[in-house]
């Protein structure tokens, strides 16, 4: 028997899938019980048979074994009698444990037999108990023979052939074979179909469950698909359908509880945005004014004055990108047009580069012009905030390289640094709104912690990706923006026009 292929176990060629275990199932356990009928139906037939035989052997009582003369010179009158004697008898007599005679009945009469030495010694062990006893003779093959004594102290051996009873046997297992075959096809085939119709319900809860895996469960207003149909719940199926329902009820229920929050958290930092701008721009306002007096003032109030003032402009630009963020979460449309993302990169570049003079600012621009649609302004905030967050929480003298490439595929803009890095633990929830890096990378001063999370959020609004990949040595921040908004995300004077 050939070994299975490696890499491949015989538990491997089993089905994986229910419905195929099922059916394979009922298929193997319909072989077992055929294998049995049929094993068991050929030796009960066999049995049967040689019984017959062993009837026909008593019946006989030896006469054809006894008619063979077994002196030194035989007479011409002597001849074996073979009537009555169907063909293929086999008769021998014995002489104090020697074969004299041996002969079998033939259709043109009887014929003498060449024993061999084997054949001898096998006929001379046979019990004289009158029971048939199988015994394959090297040139008759298999014989039930029997064994009785003489009337002369020899023994006469009588025997018929066993290839009729094989033979018969043979053709059983034959049509077994066709029979039992032909039904484990025939049963494989409505099994399978069996089985498939009886698990339609198992399937409509597999693709409800699938259905639900596929949406989009960690932000937005999320759609619950409709809850299975359950037509028995006292089957197993109906049991899984109407604890899938169930659940799904729970879990609809949670999103709608948190996306009810959500909403009023955004409402809050909208309205808590909006209402503070005033305050903080009087305060601003009135620190100025306070700062631009001529008369002599106290160096503690002007400190005082100075800190209100710093204080409340970055309060202003906390409040600004709170109400952005808040914007975004709405799904207010941000401004659509054409956008040379080579010429923006450039300037904030020369931005950047005169914030932080101590960084070797790089460039990597392509020959041609990248250009996009988008809000102009708004990639000019989310690229600016990259840079910045590399001026940041970098040591000076740090090199900062921007990249800036375009495909078939879309396009790609890098910003990469040789700085200390960011912990692994926060790179996954470093685009979080109010996340802090460790002391390798401090907030500077000013900061409001909203700069990542404005650059996930323009980023994501205009159908792009941004990521992060840092080690010690190398952090590289990576967007890919498409060339051109998705159709459902422009305005319909965009779409009009662009008809």
Request: charged share 25%; net charge negative.
């Amino acid at each position: 028997m050939a070994a299975p292929p490696r890499g491949h176990s015989p538990r491997s060629l089993w089905p994986r899938t229910l419905r195929g275990q099922l059916t394979a199932g009922l298929v193997v356990l319909l072989a077992l019980a055929c294998l049995m009928v049929g094993v068991t139906t050929a030796f009960a037939l066999e049995g049967f048979l040689v019984r017959r035989i062993d009837q026909q052997l008593s019946a006989s009582e030896g006469k054809f074994a006894a008619s063979l003369e077994h002196e030194a010179t035989p007479d011409g009158d002597n001849r074996p009698d073979t009537r009555g004697q169907s063909k293929g008898t086999f008769g021998a007599r014995l002489l104090r444990g020697t074969t004299t005679q041996a002969a079998v009945v033939r259709a043109e009469g009887d014929s003498k037999v060449r024993l061999t030495a084997d054949d001898r010694r096998a006929l001379a062990a046979l019990p004289v108990d009158g029971e048939g006893h199988t015994l394959r003779l090297s040139a008759l093959g298999a014989y039930r023979l029997a064994a009785v004594k003489g009337d002369d102290g020899d023994v006469l051996i009588t025997g018929l052939p066993l290839r009729p009873v094989e033979e018969v046997v043979h053709r059983l297992e034959w049509v077994e074979s066709a029979v039992f075959g032909a039904a484990l096809i025939v049963t494989g085939t409505l099994a399978a179909l069996w089985v498939r119709l009886s698990l339609r319900p198992l399937r409509r809860v597999t693709s409800t469950a699938a259905n639900v895996a596929e949406r989009p469960l960690a932000s937005g207003e999320v759609a619950m698909p409709d809850p299975v149909p359950v037509t028995d719940p006292r089957t197993e199926v109906g049991q899984v359908g109407t604890a899938l329902n169930r659940m799904l009820g729970h879990v609809g229920n949670a999103l709608e509880r948190r996306q009810a929050s959500e909403e009023r958290l955004r409402h809050f930092a909208a309205d808590a945005s909006h209402e503070l701008r005033t305050p903080v721009a009087n305060i601003r306002g009135h620190a100025e004014l306070a700062l631009r007096h001529t008369g002599p003032v106290p160096g503690e109030v002007r400190r005082a004055l100075d800190r209100i003032q710093s204080e409340s402009e970055r309060m202003s630009r906390l409040v600004d990108d709170l109400l952005l963020l808040a914007r975004i979460d709405a799904g207010r449309a941000l401004d659509r047009g054409p956008v040379d993302l080579t010429r923006l990169v450039l300037d904030a570049t020369d931005d950047a580069r005169a914030a932080g003079p101590g960084h070797r600012w790089l460039l990597d621009l392509p020959e041609e012009a990248v250009t996009m649609t988008g809000d102009e302004h708004r990639l000019h905030q989310a690229v600016g905030n990259l840079l910045a967050n590399a001026r940041s929480h970098t040591p000076a003298g740090t090199r900062v390289t921007v990249r800036l490439a375009a495909d078939e595929d879309g396009i790609r803009l890098s910003v990469a640094d040789d700085g200390p890095g960011i912990p692994e633990e926060l790179q996954q929830e470093i685009f979080g709104r109010f996340v802090r890096a460790d002391i390798s990378r401090s907030r500077a001063a000013g900061s409001t912690g909203l700069g990542l999370a404005i650059v996930y959020a323009v980023v994501s609004a205009h159908g792009g990706t941004v990521g992060v990949e840092s080690a010690p040595g190398r952090t590289v921040f990576t967007i890919a923006l498409p060339a051109s908004l998705p159709e459902e995300d422009r305005d319909p004077e965009d779409r009009d026009a662009g008809a």
